[in-house]
């Protein structure tokens, strides 16, 4: 759906993207990670023609970006902005009119999007009064009401409590069903592992990391295991570091140090009946930490 090609960026003498490329597979959630200060929101400008890359190529379903794929993009920055003197139902209307729909189509679309995500009691209220959970509610609607089929979404769960985060959890959900591309960025690991499909991940201007998460995930296992023994048959070495429940069980992790897994398991046997063997996997939140660290540019 979307290809990147050696995309540059400086602002005065600083590098904001360096050599990117980034190819995001249609129909999927696509997360773009990176700590502060990355490139990523550069990147997200870019897209969305709000500013100019240096050099390198943007292309949309196999054509170079253009003014009139701005109609295909649905863009929630992270800094939201709606008219605060607005009611709720004005604006909606006016952004759905502002991107392409028809009166009477925009009024069915605005009332479906309100009662969806139950602020349809709140329709006649100035932005001001809400509450930044609403309002940030009525600025999803305003990304999602023109049906894009590329949505970029910055953060989009900041300010939503857990109930309403879930909402919006399964409203982008139901919209990668229907088949929108979605590229989420943001600093939650645990939704990254809990939406996306494919990562890539960004730092000091230059893309670090990139794959499916079962790609990532694979190529930074640790090669170790956890395991739980009961009924010890001998005494465990000293150099494990053994921690004894209350269950009577006796945990620890073990590294395969060259041993298939059924190797190693054989050899727990000999200890004591084995209750767990489960290889460790990395979480996202432990592989970006692990990347930011270990990735220096000058
Ligand atoms: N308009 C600008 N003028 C000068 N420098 C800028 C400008 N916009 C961004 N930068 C710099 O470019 C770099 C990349 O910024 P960018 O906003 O793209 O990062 P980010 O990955 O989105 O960070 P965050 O996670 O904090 O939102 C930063 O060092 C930032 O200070």
């Known amino acids: 759906m979307l290809k990147i090609t050696r995309l540059n960026k400086a602002y005065s003498n600083h590098r904001a993207l360096t050599d990117v490329d980034l190819v995001v597979p249609q129909g999927m959630i696509f997360g773009l990670l990176g700590p502060n200060g990355a490139g990523k929101t550069t990147l997200i400008r870019i897209i969305n023609q709000i500013i100019e890359q240096d050099s ?14 701005i109609r295909k993009i649905g863009y929630l920055p992270e800094e939201r902005g ?24 925009a009024k069915g679309k605005v009332k479906i999007w309100l009662e969806k995500l139950e602020i349809g009691g709140w329709k006649e209220k100035k932005i001001e009064d809400l509450s930044k959970g609403m309002a940030q509610k009525v600025q999803f609607i305003s990304t999602v009401i023109h049906e894009p089929k590329l949505l970029i979404l910055d953060e989009p769960f900041s300010g939503f ?33 809990l939406l996306c ?9 230059r893309k670090i990391l990139d794959g499916t998460i079962r790609e990532v995930k694979n190529s930074f296992r640790p090669q170790e295991f956890s395991i739980s023994l009961i009924n010890l048959l001998q005494d465990l070495p000293q150099d494990w570091k053994v921690r004894h429940d209350e269950d009577r069980a006796f945990n620890f992790s073990l590294p ?32 970006f930490i692990h990347q930011v660290k270990a990735t220096q540019y000058e």
Do not use: C
């Open 56 to 69: 390198g190529t943007v292309e949309i379903d196999g054509k170079s970006l253009s003014p009139d794929d």
């Open 82 to 105: 709606l008219y605060k003197k607005m009611t709720v139902w004005d604006q909606l209307i006016y952004f759905s009119r502002l991107k392409g729909l028809d009166q009477s189509e």
């Open 161 to 193: 409590d857990p109930v309403n985060a879930e909402i919006i959890k399964n409203e982008i959900l139901e919209l990668k069903a229907k088949g929108t591309t979605v590229i989420l960025s943001t600093h939650r690991m645990e939704s990254v592992e």
């Open 197 to 205: 499909d494919h990562v890539a991940m960004i730092h000091k201007s």
């Open 256 to 287: 395969l140090n060259g041993r298939s897994p059924n190797q190693l398991l054989k050899e727990l046997m000999e200890y004591g009946e084995v209750m767990e063997f489960k290889e460790k996997v990395p979480s996202m939140e432990e592989i």
